[in-house]
């Protein structure tokens, strides 16, 4: 049987160190905890200046992961993002320069605004955790781990995510704007003095190694999926190929993360078991951003989240 309380217990002591510098945003915190033991990449979608990148690098501390940043910008070229081999002239050889995909946590920051062959660049770090270089591989960190963010409000100068790198992505999260109680906290950490530069000094530690979330991943791979939820999820998935609002469903690998993300979820929640409810709250992080929309439902006001509802309604959920 697996040791979920082992997973629950590690979670509490990550969301109490975040919880030193960031206020709210609880299920922002959960949905990345869950990729992070289920090995996905997370598309986290927000305006600027709500803590995206704090949880990010935060996070990172945490679960003892080395942390890089890249701003992506137009003029941002894949070697930029994954290296280059530079000539020795002393040893007549060339040696790989690392680029910043070679750690632990990489936040890409507004990944939308650069152009899609740079996007490219990340498809087979984020598939296969490893790079090729003039032909040559080099295998990345086992906890290798994109946290993308973008803006939905500028498109200038921006790119669309092609479908093949949006389903890279275990979930697209949406970022909101604090409650009014909760900004009232942030604002009375900053009168006290908090800097957001410098988690040191707001006593930010780490409370797992990479050995430990190694073995927490493999606990979560333990917990039990009965028959009925696996083919509850592909029902779900299969049922948005079906919609007449869509012009593309959600892929097989949808279905894939909705159920190792449920076995996440369940363990966080301290039981070796999925039950539904793990699926319907992960239902619209893993599917909304694998939906392409006809321009006629877009113009009636519809959305991915309102489709996901709509699926959720349909589709009848097995007895536990």
């Given at each position: 049987?697996?040791?979920?309380?082992?997973?629950?217990?590690?979670?509490?002591?990550?969301?109490?160190e975040?919880?030193?510098?960031?206020v709210g945003?609880?299920?922002v915190i959960d949905?990345l905890l869950v990729?992070l033991l289920?090995?996905?990449h997370?598309?986290?979608?927000?305006v600027?200046?709500?803590?995206?990148t704090?949880?990010?690098?935060?996070?990172?501390?945490?679960?003892?992961?080395?942390?890089?940043?890249v701003?992506?910008?137009?003029?941002?070229?894949?070697?930029d993002v994954?290296g280059?081999?530079?000539?020795?002239?002393?040893?007549?050889?060339?040696?790989?320069r690392?680029?910043?995909?070679f750690?632990g946590?990489?936040?890409?920051?507004?990944?939308?605004?650069?152009?899609?062959?740079?996007?490219?660049?990340?498809?087979?770090?984020?598939?296969?955790?490893?790079?090729?270089?003039?032909?040559?591989?080099?295998?990345?960190?086992?906890?290798f781990?994109v946290?993308a963010t973008?803006?939905?409000?500028?498109?200038e100068?921006t790119?669309?995510?092609?479908?093949?790198?949006l389903d890279?992505?275990?979930?697209k999260v949406i970022?909101?704007y604090?409650?009014?109680?909760?900004?009232?906290?942030?604002?009375s950490?900053?009168?006290?003095g908090?800097n957001s530069?410098?988690l040191?000094?707001?006593?930010?530690?780490?409370?797992?190694?990479?050995?430990e979330?190694?073995?927490?991943r493999?606990t979560?791979n333990a917990?039990?999926a009965e028959?009925?939820?696996?083919?509850y999820?592909?029902?779900l998935?299969?049922?948005?190929?079906?919609?007449?609002?869509?012009?593309l469903?959600?892929s097989p690998?949808a279905?894939?993360?909705l159920?190792?993300?449920?076995?996440?979820?369940?363990a966080?929640?301290?039981?070796n078991?999925?039950?539904p409810?793990?699926?319907?709250?992960?239902?619209a992080?893993?599917?909304?951003?694998?939906?392409i929309?006809?321009p006629?439902?877009?113009?009636e006001?519809?959305?991915?989240d309102?489709v996901?509802?709509?699926t959720?309604a349909?589709?009848?959920?097995?007895?536990?």
């Open positions: 049987m697996p040791d979920v309380i082992a997973v629950s217990n590690a979670a509490e002591k990550i969301r109490t975040l919880a030193k510098v960031v945003q609880a299920d949905h990729a289920s090995e996905g997370v598309l986290m979608e927000g600027p200046g709500i803590a995206k704090l949880i990010a690098r935060s996070l990172a501390l945490t679960v003892s992961a080395d942390f890089n940043r701003q992506f910008t137009p003029d941002l070229m894949p070697s994954i280059t081999n530079v000539f020795d002239l002393s040893t007549s050889k060339f040696n790989l690392k680029g910043p995909v750690t946590v990489l936040l890409a920051d507004e990944i939308n605004r650069t152009p899609p062959k740079t996007q490219a660049a990340l498809l087979e770090a984020m598939q296969e955790r490893r790079v090729t270089v003039d032909g040559e591989e080099h295998i990345l960190s086992p906890v781990t946290l973008q803006n939905p409000i500028e498109y100068g790119y669309p995510l092609p479908e093949a790198e890279r992505f275990m979930f970022v909101p604090p409650a009014f109680e909760t900004e009232v906290g942030v604002l950490r900053y009168n006290a908090f530069i410098r040191e000094e707001a006593g930010v530690k780490p409370v797992i190694d990479m050995q979330l190694l073995a927490l493999k979560v917990v039990a028959q009925p939820i696996i083919e999820i592909a029902k998935v299969r049922r948005t190929r079906e919609n007449r609002n869509l012009v469903g959600a690998r279905s894939i993360w159920l190792l993300g449920s076995k996440a979820m369940a966080l929640r301290g039981r078991f999925v039950i409810d793990d699926v319907k709250q992960l239902a992080p893993v599917l909304r951003h694998r939906l929309l006809r006629e439902a877009e113009i006001g519809v959305n991915a309102r996901v509802e709509s959720l349909e589709v009848e959920v097995p007895r536990q």
